[in-house]
C-alpha cells in the first residue's frame, strides 16, 4: 500500500519577511517531526497580503525565483528535513510578476514553477493590478511514490483546474490560499463555500485535497482560516477554524483512494467530444 503522510499550516503574519519565514519554519519542523513528508504553507506567506489596494511601490516585493528570500529559505530546510515544500511567492521575471509557487524537493532543488492561472479582482482582492496570467499552464510533479498536483488560491474555484491536474496523474492536489472577509459585502462569509468548493474537487475526482489559508487582520482585512486536509471521499481528516495556529497532519492513502477512483468510473465514463463549449468564449 502507498501511503503519504502530508501535513498544511495555518497562521498569521506580519509584514516582516524575516519573522514570517521563522514562523513558517517554525511549524514545518513541527510537521516533519509529526512524519510529514509534504508541507504546504499558505500563498503569499513572505508578508502580508498586499492585494487589497493597488500601490505601484509593492512591486518591489517581488524577486526572481532563484533569489527570493523565502523561497531559499525553504529550499534549505526541505533539504535539511528531506521533504517536499510547495512555496507561494510574488516572482520578478524581467518586466512581468507573477502569483508563483516553486515546488522544492527533499535536496532543496526546485522541481518547477507553477503560476497561478486564474487572476481575481474585486475589493479587496485586486491581483490583477500586480500579476499576469500564468503561463505555465497547470503543473503536477512526481514526489514521494506518488503525484502531486497544485493550484494557487482563486484557482481552487475552478472545476476545470482540479479535472486537468487529474488527468495529468495527480494523485493529491494542494491548494495554498489567502481569503478571508469580503470588504464590500460583510455580510458575505465565504469560508464555508471556499471549503465546500474544494471539498468537491475531491468528490468529483475521487482525491484527497489539502488546503492552506492564513488567518488574523491585516490592515482592516480578516483573514478565516479553516485549512483542512479531506480524503477522497470528501470527509474531513484534520480541519481547522477561523482562530487556531498550527499544523494539521494526515496519512493519505493514495491506492486505496486509486482503487475508489477506478471504482466510481467518473474518468472511464467522460465525454470529451461533448466538451467544447468549455473551450470557447462565452
Not at 503522510?5 to 516533519?32: G, P
Not at 511567492?89 to 509557487?101: Q, V
Not at 492513502?253 to 477512483?261: G, M, T, V, Y
Request: hydrophobic share 40%; charged share 25%.
Amino acid at each position: 500500500m502507498t501511503k503519504l503522510t502530508v501535513a498544511t499550516l495555518q497562521l498569521a503574519f506580519s509584514d516582516d519577511i524575516d519573522a514570517n519565514i521563522a514562523e513558517v519554519t517554525k511549524l514545518v519542523r513541527e510537521a516533519a517531526k509529526q512524519g510529514a513528508k509534504v508541507v504546504l504553507p499558505p500563498e503569499l506567506f513572505e508578508g502580508h497580503y498586499f492585494c487589497q489596494v493597488e500601490d505601484e511601490g509593492l512591486f518591489a516585493r517581488a524577486r526572481p525565483t532563484a533569489d527570493h528570500k523565502a523561497v531559499k529559505a525553504m529550499q534549505a530546510l526541505a533539504a535539511e528535513l528531506k521533504i517536499h515544500i510547495p512555496t507561494s511567492f510574488f516572482e520578478a521575471d524581467g518586466p512581468h510578476h507573477y502569483n508563483s509557487l516553486a515546488m522544492i524537493d527533499p535536496d532543496g532543488k526546485i522541481m518547477g514553477v507553477y503560476r497561478k492561472s486564474h487572476i481575481p479582482d474585486g475589493p479587496g482582492y485586486e491581483e490583477k493590478f500586480y500579476f499576469r496570467p500564468g503561463n505555465t499552464g497547470f503543473k503536477t510533479w512526481a514526489a514521494q511514490g506518488t503525484t502531486l498536483g497544485v493550484g494557487i488560491c482563486w484557482d481552487q474555484w475552478y472545476p476545470e483546474t482540479a479535472r486537468a491536474m487529474m488527468l495529468m496523474g495527480a494523485e493529491i492536489l494542494f491548494y495554498p490560499t489567502a481569503i478571508g472577509n469580503e470588504p464590500h459585502d460583510p455580510d458575505l462569509d465565504t469560508s464555508r463555500l471556499w471549503r465546500r468548493a474544494m471539498i468537491g474537487h475531491a468528490v468529483s475526482n475521487v482525491v484527497p485535497v489539502v488546503a492552506a489559508n492564513r488567518i488574523g487582520t491585516e490592515n482592516g482585512q480578516t483573514f478565516y482560516g479553516h485549512s483542512f486536509i479531506c480524503d477522497e471521499r470528501g470527509d474531513m481528516l484534520a480541519e481547522f477554524g477561523k482562530d487556531e495556529t498550527g499544523v494539521l497532519v494526515a496519512t493519505l492513502d493514495i491506492d486505496l483512494a486509486k482503487r475508489h477512483r477506478a471504482a466510481f468510473g467518473f474518468f472511464r465514463d467522460r465525454r470529451p467530444e461533448l466538451y467544447g463549449r468549455l473551450t470557447q468564449d462565452i
